[in-house]
């Protein structure tokens, strides 16, 4: 079973810093990307940054040049970072760490998604 264990959210104010971290357990096949979503109220969930399996990192357009993504893996555990930087309201959303893995089952490759519980981070102007 997957487990996530996040960490880092809070409140700030514009212009501030914060970092997320999300420690990924029980993956027992292999991770095609790790990352980072966020929610906010009244919106769709929207991808924030991911790493590929080759390390390849991707980032939103909105957080381009503010966000660094990175990822730590070691036994049984793969924990990703988020640090966040000048941070602006309308990053205030819950972000969701997520994990997007691939198995080989029944004779074909099948992909699965976990999803952390979310963590909030709340942006004051």
């Known amino acids: 079973q997957v487990q996530f264990l996040e960490s880092g959210g809070g409140l700030v104010q514009a212009g501030g810093s914060l970092g997320l971290s999300c420690a990924a357990s029980g993956i027992t096949s292999s991770i095609n990307a790790i990352g980072w979503y966020r929610q906010a109220p009244g919106k769709q969930r929207e991808l924030v940054a991911v790493?590929?399996?080759?390390?390849?990192?991707?980032?939103a357009d909105s957080v381009k040049g503010r966000f660094t993504i990175s990822r730590n893996t070691a036994k049984n555990t793969d924990t990703v970072y988020l640090q966040m930087n000048s941070l602006k309201p309308e990053d205030t959303a819950v972000y969701y760490c997520?994990?997007?893995?691939?198995?080989?089952?029944?004779?074909?490759?099948?992909?699965?998604?976990?999803w952390g519980q979310g963590t909030q981070v709340t942006v004051s102007s």
């Open positions: 997520h994990v997007n893995t691939r198995k080989w089952v029944a004779g074909e490759f099948r992909e699965y998604d976990y």
């Open positions: 790493i590929g399996s080759g390390g390849t990192t991707n980032y």
